[in-house]
């Protein structure tokens, strides 16, 4: 359906008229022109686009986009998005979710949405910080962390998006800097394409209440050496002069510098996010050294609506029902006169 | 080979009501089912109720195991289950002790004996043996030895374990059954040779051992003469016998077909409302979409996410699942998307009594949301009727752009009744508002001058690219919007257009006493029960100065509401609850004085107290 019949757009196609109402200075502002870079490219009409979010700073991003939108409640984009997708899979729908929309309160759908492989996307704005609400500890805040709900320091234990991901059976998960607009845009569009539900973690900053939580990662000075960009078929390699690698020793990810101890460019493990076995992905998305980013994993699978679909066209060229009246009046019926 | 053999002159009667009962395993819903279908199709009307175990398997002979199924016919009109019974068949101990208070006094009970071993009277709590010591006298007692006759019938049918034996008993008591009541065996016959066309031994052993029964009562002493009902006078055409729940599904099947639209279905299980969920999935052939989410706001959710997409979208639940989807339901409202949430509702409040009926969520349907957010409430009032409503509630929802919540409950859902099949064709016409050719200026709320509906402009439609969203909105642009004064505009705007649903819907009609002294006033599932104590009371005794209205219309209520109050000295408002339809009427109606008749006992009405309480009142 691509392709060849599409409209030619540029980024400016995408933008609505409304104001944006971030704070100066938010990664928000990053991701929303990364996705007005990123859809030109996807080959998919304006109109076939629909942005679903829930409650937060991040959900008032569909009002920016000049699309169909739905800026719906607290947590519950999911369901909403599954609903518009099962009703038109021709459709390009796309979940904008925060920490605490995905994790907290709406953690339930979010591992549903992510179990039954749906042809949808999922950008979930990571601040480890509830902004809208002005700064509670979210379900990612680090143990320590003092915020407007944990004064002398968060005492709950956070999980990892990607790794909770990843327990309910994601096929698709990336995780990308808010400060990295090349490779975001480069991202949506691989998870536009990529059949199944796709999963893109932000490390997003939050200038006001959680100001500089990834810049030890994410910071341009420190982000070669800190993060890993992975890339499908590629050796693991990071590092400013690309010197550094990983490698699997036992059970555990290993960083080894090239050249050093007999290691080669060989040894260094290859980036395979096609596996179907999540092991090595979750391995990644746990390594606090370097970080993992880029497309952790992209397993091709059957998706909903292709089961669905299927089901439905065997059920309908098998069945005596076309009409109502078939069904109302088979069986036990009678007559009074 | 069915029967058709000499029998003693029957004796006429109007109706009868029999209710089988015995473990969850002695076959008593087929039983059941089979009876009204026969004479269903003999042309009786009939009215029935199922009565299953909450526990999926009960142990055996156990009290809470019991499955019981009763049901009505009548050589003139039916409209419920009935209160007592006119004829108990027990199969056991504990379904003798629990169901024998139904029975009337001086009526007959047949007793499989066989079943009243200690073990089984242990487990239903008996320390004597109730056929033995004098606890039936007052009863006609038909003691039947029906394990031992059932195993006699069939020692000749090669292939039969002993477990199809004794299951096949039930066969024997409907048999017994069949004679009593002057029925033929051919239909039951007929749904042998269909449903086992594969194990001919099973068509054997079930025609023996139905004809054995049959033949038993022909032959015992004990039944002097049969029974028989006439045919009841019904509007020709063609029937058959629907169950609420499968009601309601083809009623929004209906709508989907006569709409053209996709139907979708986003629910979660819960009783008594899964049933709709279990028949739409079904129905793949007519390109039903039925998701069943991870719980009710899921659930709702992803309808509306359907109707955004331009889908007939509904939402099945009951009572505690209305509770959860109440604030998706908001949404819903508040960004003006059709959406059809049935409610079918039973026992609360909490978990509640989730297998008895009750009409106590009206004021949540209502009111149930924060902020200010009215929906069209509606309610259906028989099993059959379900069909009607279930399609009003897709048109309303369509034609208006709102959601509506259609309340049903457990006793007309579970409960079954003919059916005059309506075909689509001859149902009402179903507009919706969905856009098509993009004109500048357009706006996502824009509304229709008359009604105050917005339009609909789904996703792959171009030029139509919109946001809508949760926050208030501005009434024009539709763009967010804080300002106080649009707040309040929108506020009221929300609240007519639910409003002028009033000139969408028909006059309420008044049965009976057009005027006069009493109006008896209900709402939803008690139409059954009240129309026939009114009834009652009119032809019977001789009264004519009570008239019934029954509302199906809730919110908004029919134009004529007010003029038909004033046309009676005094208002009685009958339902299942404490007072909720009461409340809503005293708040508009202030004029009027409304009198009560509450239950909350999770059962339905029965006849004598809503005719001594009406009587106190004439
Ligand atoms: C039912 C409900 N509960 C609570 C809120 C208040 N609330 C709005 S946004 C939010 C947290 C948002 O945090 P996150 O999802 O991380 O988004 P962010 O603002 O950080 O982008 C909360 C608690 C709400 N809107 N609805
Ligand atoms: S509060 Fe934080 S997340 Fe929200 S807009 Fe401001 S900077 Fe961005
Ligand atoms: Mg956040």
């Known amino acids: 359906m691509e392709a060849t019949a599409v409209k030619k757009y540029t980024y400016k196609d995408f933008v609505s008229d409304q104001e944006v109402r971030w704070c100066p200075g938010c990664d928000d502002y990053v991701i929303l022109n990364s996705m007005q870079k990123a859809l030109p490219e996807m080959g998919v009409e304006k109109e076939n686009v629909v942005f679903v979010s829930g409650i937060g700073c991040s959900s008032r991003f569909p009002y920016y986009m000049n699309t169909y939108g739905v800026h719906s409640i607290h947590g519950r984009a999911p369901g909403i998005a599954t609903g518009v997708k099962l009703a038109n899979p021709d459709l390009s729908v796309w979940i904008i979710t925060g920490d605490g929309d995905a994790t907290a309160i709406g953690g339930n759908h979010f591992i549903h949405v992510l179990r039954r492989n749906i042809n949808l996307n999922i950008v979930l704005f990571n601040n480890e910080i509830y902004g809208l609400t002005k700064g509670q500890f979210s379900p990612t805040s680090v143990v320590g962390q003092k915020t407007k709900s944990s004064p002398y320091g968060n005492t709950q234990p956070p999980f990892s998006p990607g790794e909770l991901a990843l327990g309910a059976n994601a096929r698709f998960y990336a995780r990308i800097g808010g400060n990295n607009p090349k490779a975001m845009t480069q991202i949506f569009i691989e998870a536009h394409r990529f059949k199944g539900t796709s999963l893109i973690e932000v490390l997003q900053n939050c200038v006001i209440f959680n100001d500089g939580c990834f810049t030890d990662v994410t910071d341009k000075e420190v982000k070669d050496d800190k993060q890993i960009y992975l890339e499908h078929g590629k050796p693991m390699i990071f590092g400013k002069n690309a010197e550094k690698g990983l490698v699997l020793r036992g059970l555990k990810l290993e960083v080894v510098t090239i050249g050093e101890n007999g290691i080669t460019e060989k040894d260094i493990l290859v980036h395979d996010a096609k596996e179907k076995d999540p092991t090595l992905h979750q391995m990644l998305i746990r390594l606090a050294y370097p970080i993992a980013t880029g497309i952790v994993r992209a397993f091709d699978d059957v998706t909903l609506e292709e089961r669905e679909d299927e089901l439905t066209k065997k059920i309908k060229a098998g069945s005596k029902y076309k009409k109502t009246d078939d069904l109302f009046f088979s069986g036990e019926t009678y007559e009074v006169k | 080979m069915s029967i058709e053999s000499i029998k003693p002159a029957p004796k006429e009667l109007e109706g009868v009501v029999i209710r089988f009962v015995g473990d969850s395993g002695d076959g008593m819903q087929l039983t059941g089912t089979q009876f009204t279908d026969t004479s269903a199709m003999f042309g009786n009307d ?191 055409g063609t029937y058959r016998i629907i169950m609420g729940n499968t009601a309601t599904a083809w009623g929004l099947l209906a709508a989907s077909e006569k709409s053209g639209l996709e139907l979708f279905l986003g629910s979660y299980p819960i009783t008594p409302a899964t049933d709709i969920l279990h028949e739409l999935v079904k129905h793949k052939h007519f390109g039903v979409k039925a998701f069943q989410a991870e719980d009710e706001i899921a659930g709702i959710c992803s309808a509306i996410g359907a109707s955004f997409a331009g889908d007939l979208a509904i939402t099945t639940t009951s009572g505690p699942g209305l509770a959860l989807k109440g604030e998706a339901l908001g949404l819903a409202m508040m960004i003006e998307l059709p959406l059809v949430v049935i409610n079918v509702q039973r026992g609360g409040p909490s978990t509640g009594l989730p297998t008895k009926t009750e009409q106590s969520d009206l004021l949540q349907a209502m009111y149930g949301r924060n902020g200010e957010s009215p929906v069209v409430v509606i309610a259906a009032s028989t099993p059959a009727d379900c069909f009607n409503y279930a399609y009003e509630a897709a048109r309303l929802a369509l034609e208006h752009m709102t959601p509506v919540i259609l309340l049903t409950d457990g006793y007309i859902a579970n409960g079954s009744a003919p059916w005059k099949i309506q075909s689509v064709a001859d149902m009402p016409e179903i507009k919706n508002r969905k856009v098509t050719k993009f004109t500048e200026n357009w706006h996502p709320y824009k509304r229709d001058a008359k009604t105050l509906a917005r339009e609909w402009a789904v996703p792959g439609t171009s030029g139509f690219e919109h946001r809508v969203g949760g926050l208030e909105k501005d009434s024009v642009t539709g763009n967010v919007s804080y300002v106080p004064e649009n707040h309040e505009t929108m506020t009221h705007t929300r609240a007519e257009k639910i409003r002028l649903v009033q000139n969408n819907i028909p006059n309420l009609k008044v049965e009976f006493a057009q005027q006069g002294d ?35 219309y809730i919110n908004p209520m029919p134009k004529n509401t007010e003029e038909i109050f004033a046309k009676f000295k005094k208002i009685i408002v009958c339902e299942l609850n404490s007072g909720q339809f009461a409340f809503i009427l005293k708040a508009n109606f202030g004029k009027f004085d409304f009198q009560q008749i509450n239950k909350v006992q999770g059962l339905p009405f029965s006849n004598d107290e809503l005719i001594q309480k009406f009587k106190q009142l004439l």
Request: aromatic residues 12%; proline residues 4%.
């Open chain 2, 518 to 552: 009493l109006l008896v006033v209900g709402w939803g599932g008690t139409y059954g029960t009240l129309h026939s104590a009114v009834k009652q009371i009119t032809e019977e005794e001789g009264f004519n100065n009570i008239g019934f209205v029954h509302f199906n």
């Open chain 2, 46 to 236: 009939v009215s029935t109720f199922p009565n299953y175990p909450a526990e999926i398997r009960a142990p055996q002979g156990s009290l809470y195991g019991v499955s019981g199924f009763q049901v009505h016919i009548g050589s003139v009109e039916v409209s419920t289950p009935g209160d007592s019974v006119d004829l108990l068949v027990a199969m056991n101990p504990a379904g003798l002790k629990t169901n024998l208070y139904a029975l009337k006094k001086g009526h007959t009970v047949i007793v499989d004996k066989d079943a009243f071993t200690k073990k089984n009277l242990e487990k239903a709590f008996y320390e004597t043996n109730p056929l033995e010591d004098g606890s039936l006298d007052g009863y006609h007692v038909i003691e039947v030895d029906m394990s031992t006759l059932t195993k006699e019938a069939l020692k000749d049918v090669d292939g039969l374990d002993n477990k199809t034996i004794t299951r096949s008993k039930n066969m024997f008591s409907l048999g017994m059954v069949y004679w009593m009541y002057h029925r033929s065996t051919e239909h039951t016959i007929d749904f042998f040779n269909k449903k086992f066309k594969s194990k001919p031994e099973l068509i054997e052993a079930n025609t023996k051992v139905l004809n054995a029964g049959y033949y038993y009562a022909e032959t015992l002493e004990l039944i002097s003469n049969s029974y028989t009902i006439s045919p009841a006078k019904m509007v020709p």
